[in-house]
């Protein structure tokens, strides 16, 4: 997908062993997943859903690995990794159709940061491979919903994308009746 080269933000940040000060660039290449990276992009899932407080569950997180892996559903993972073999983040897309635009979109399910890495451009290296796998693909937006009080990664959102006057709704699925 690419090389991006991003520089920390007046913190140092440590990913294993390899320390990055101030004004040191960190490498990150933006590519797809393979099949070696389950296990490091398990522990980023994890991560993330235990970032949105949701409860551990070795099969939410196995499933999902199996979905993007496979490219079921229209997935597509995308990871930063770092020179030393490390992934940074990840970024889950799926497509999606548009009909009243009679277009294709790419739809932005989950973006996670290791904590080790935030702060050093990882987001948006990856949301950046996001637009460009989008162009290439000739979808027409990069779509994405965010807690309203997530202030850090809406800063960062703000810089590159342009918020919807849409709001949400979650419906849950009719009950069966019993008969």
């Known amino acids: 997908m690419g090389h991006h080269e991003v520089r920390s933000q007046g913190r140092a940040s440590r990913t294993r062993s390899h320390r990055h000060s101030a004004n040191e660039l ?6 797809e997943v393979g099949d070696a990276d389950a296990e490091q992009w398990g522990n980023l899932y994890a991560g993330y859903r235990s970032f949105y407080q949701l409860p551990a569950d070795f099969a939410a997180v196995s499933t999902t690995w199996r979905w993007i892996s496979q490219g079921q559903y229209g997935f597509i993972g995308l990871v930063a990794v770092t020179s030393d073999g490390v992934l940074a983040g ?4 799926r497509r999606f159709a548009r009909p009243s635009v009679a277009a294709t979109g790419l739809y932005l399910d989950d973006l996670y ?10 987001a948006s290296a990856l949301l950046r491979a ?11 937006v990069v779509r994405w919903i965010t807690a309203a009080d ?15 006057h849409w709001v949400t709704y979650d419906m849950r699925p009719a009950e069966l009746e019993r008969g």
């Open 26 to 31: 960190m490498r990150v290449d933006v590519r």
């Open 90 to 93: 990840l970024a889950n897309l």
């Open 113 to 122: 940061t290791a904590p080790a890495s935030r702060g050093l451009g990882v």
């Open 130 to 140: 996001a637009a460009q796998r989008a162009r290439d693909e000739e979808a027409s």
């Open 150 to 164: 997530n202030q850090v990664a809406r800063r960062l959102y703000d810089q590159l994308a342009v918020q919807t």
